[in-house]
């Protein structure tokens, strides 16, 4: 959320984890995101700001209950290791929103992913019809793609 001051002034790349998600969530022609994460993630701006910036429109802001519902699931469950029915529920909540094969959803949270076992190190994946982007992995790709140029 502060990585255009922590970076003012400096001569040398760093890899914004806004920009590695956009560029992934372009990547496979997303033209509009749903933005799942810890509650202070959902109630910013800067994924949304980012995507938009990339030309991606994003779903609005998540009702309360659905944002503390999902900072529950983070929180005590895939904190804990307890992902048994999390995937259920993401995909649950993701298929009240997402409509078509441009909408993706950007896992924002480093929890969120684990819900998905089978594709913990998949940058980008899809589960019953709905593209999900995984966050970190886009992050560290971003961040090896940039090393091995050098």
Known sequence: MRIKGITKGLNFPVISILDATAQAACDVGAKRALVLGTTVTMNSTVYTDTLYDYGIDTFPKLPDAEINSLGKLIDHDLYQGRIDSAMDQIVGLCKNYVRNGSD???????????????????????VQGITFVNTTVAHVDAALALALAD
């Open 104 to 126: 993706v959803v950007c896992l924002a949270c480093t929890e969120l992913p684990l819900a998905f076992p089978q594709q913990v190190d998949s940058k980008c994946f899809e």
